[in-house]
């Protein structure tokens, strides 16, 4: 039996898990590629920041934030932009964080759900077989029962239980591969805070020295 065939003899539950599966693949792909995007070498880039802002350059690091993707990228533009008016760093990167955060996180719960409820639509299938095979042996009750009367809807409830199995484990490892890729990813925002703020904080030190001794 080819898999068309036994997409169209396992019923409406089998249509669901493949609209699932379909959805979980378009989340993950989507989110690989958004990540992939995303990715930077934070060492490097706060270390070119940093020589950048040495110099006062502060225009200059503002245009190589803008060109650099990522969240990384977007925290350091906010924490720039809160030293050049003279705001509170951390309360904009925090800000920015709440802004990032969602992005990195959004459709992951869908993918979450997909992996949990994919069993349960399996049970489900697995059910309703039943159901039609012990319908059958009390239709044909005193008739002669063939294994063919029955096959339909054990097949239903062994392929759509597959089907359902078969969903889950990989959305379940693509939903934690993706979740430890934002855990990664708030990591390096949280490094590269720590140094940008470490940077201001002893710029500003360092200004006020000079201008106490001149």
């Not at 089998?14 to 958004?34: D, N, P």
């Not at 920015?96 to 409820?117: C, D, F, G, M, Q």
């Not at 708030?186 to 001149?214: L, P, Q, V, W």
């Amino acid at each position: 039996m080819s898999y068309w065939n036994m997409v169209v003899a396992a019923g409406p539950v089998m249509w669901l898990i493949l609209f699932c599966s379909l959805l979980a693949l378009f989340i993950f792909i989507g989110k690989w590629f958004q990540f992939h995007r995303a990715q930077v070498n934070v060492r490097e880039l706060v270390s070119g920041l940093v020589n950048v802002l040495r110099r006062d350059g502060m225009t200059e690091a503002m245009t190589l934030c803008d060109n650099t993707p990522g969240p990384v990228a977007r925290i350091l533009t906010a924490a720039i932009q809160a030293y050049q008016n003279d705001d509170d760093i951390p309360r904009a990167i925090d800000d920015a964080v709440l802004v990032e955060l969602p992005r990195l996180e959004s459709r992951l719960n869908v993918l979450a759900t997909i992996a949990k409820v994919a069993p349960l639509l399996g049970l489900l299938g697995t059910v309703i077989g039943m159901v039609e095979t012990f319908l059958t042996m009390q239709v044909k009750q005193g008739i002669s029962l063939t294994l063919a009367d029955l096959s339909g809807g054990i097949s239903t409830a062994l392929i759509t239980t597959a089907a359902g199995l078969c969903l889950a484990i990989p959305a379940m490892i693509a939903y934690n591969y993706l979740v430890s890729r934002v855990e990664t990813f708030c990591i390096e925002m949280e490094k590269a805070s720590s140094e940008i703020i470490y940077f201001f904080h002893h710029k500003d030190d360092k200004r006020e020295n000079h201008d106490a001794e001149t």
